[in-house]
């Protein structure tokens, strides 16, 4: 059976990732650059008037449903009106690395909240989905407003921004990052200056940095090793708290030479960043 809705779920880069302060809860305080990637996973919906209830067509390995992010938008988009839904199944096509910084997660569940919002007919207008998008995780916000944007606070209040749509060389190492690791270590920046305005990569783009890259190196020697490889053709940097890592060029052609000389072991993939989310556009498609 054909889904009702195939919906795309893109990636995003954090273009930098600064640690500007620590709040009294323990959360970090950030400033950041998201920019969506023209790649990701697909989710499709389809409707089942026959059965109630939210599920997925196949769960996610090591993810219990109640704990997937998919069903917790699911479920938090039900909550929001008191007449019973049209039960939904859900297929995932995960083509994102878990793990990887690039934001799979956030995003599936901003393309759940926005999908389920049309096939359901909710009329919720992006301030509330992407309240909704809060209480799942930090990064939710930006994939259901979508568009690039400079964040701030813990990546959720938002500032539209319009940073070149070069081309990007995206590796993933052979490991997977603990973020929780990462922001408690000892040795992590945690009081870089803040900047006043969301910056487009205009002049000196090596002021930006991602301040969990340096202790990212340290613990994980597969990362270490593939942002030096990296590094030999331009700017490398890690996206998030990682493991992924990425190049930017300004052609297609150019990421395309960089990838096929890629060391063996490594995976990735080659996209064009875009400053108005797939998803979205896909959307506007369906208006």
């Known amino acids: 059976m054909m889904p009702d809705l195939i919906l795309p779920s893109p990636a ?12 009294p809860d323990g959360y970090h305080e950030l400033q950041t650059l998201f920019q969506f990637l023209d790649y990701g996973d697909e989710l499709g919906f389809t409707l089942t008037p026959e059965r109630p209830g939210v599920r997925l067509a196949e769960p996610l390995a090591g993810v219990p449903d109640t704990d997937n992010l998919v069903i917790r938008a699911a479920h938090a988009l039900m909550g929001q009106v008191s007449a019973p839904l049209t039960g939904v199944t859900i297929h995932v096509r995960k083509r994102l690395p878990m793990g990887g910084g690039l934001g ?16 359901w007919q909710l009329g919720l207008n992006l301030d509330e989905l992407a309240d909704l998008g809060l209480s799942l995780g930090a990064d939710v ?27 990007f060389v995206i590796l993933k190492p052979a490991c997977n990052i603990n973020t929780g690791k990462i922001f408690s270590e000892q040795g992590l920046t945690r009081n ?56 930017r060029f300004p052609t297609e052609s150019a990421a395309r030479i960089i ?3 890629k ?7 080659v996209a064009k960043g875009v400053n108005i989310s797939p998803l979205h556009k896909k959307l506007t498609e369906l208006e």
């Open 12 to 23: 995003k880069l954090n273009l930098f990732l600064h640690i500007v302060g620590r709040r």
């Open 141 to 167: 916000p930006v994939f259901v407003r979508g568009h690039a944007a400079f964040g701030e606070g813990v990546g959720e209040k938002l500032t539209e921004a319009h940073p070149p749509e070069d081309w």
């Open 104 to 119: 799979g997660g956030s995003s599936n569940a901003a393309t759940t909240l926005l999908g389920l919002n049309h096939l």
């Open 263 to 269: 060391p063996s072991g490594v995976t990735g993939f």
């Open 192 to 247: 870089t200056p803040r900047i006043k305005i969301a910056p487009a990569f205009e002049g000196d783009a090596s002021r930006y940095r991602n301040d969990c890259e340096d202790v990212v190196r340290k613990l994980y020697p597969e990362v270490n090793q593939s942002l030096d490889w990296l590094s030999q053709f331009g700017p490398a940097r890690l996206t998030g708290t990682g493991a992924c890592i990425f190049g």
């Open 259 to 261: 990838w096929e000389s």
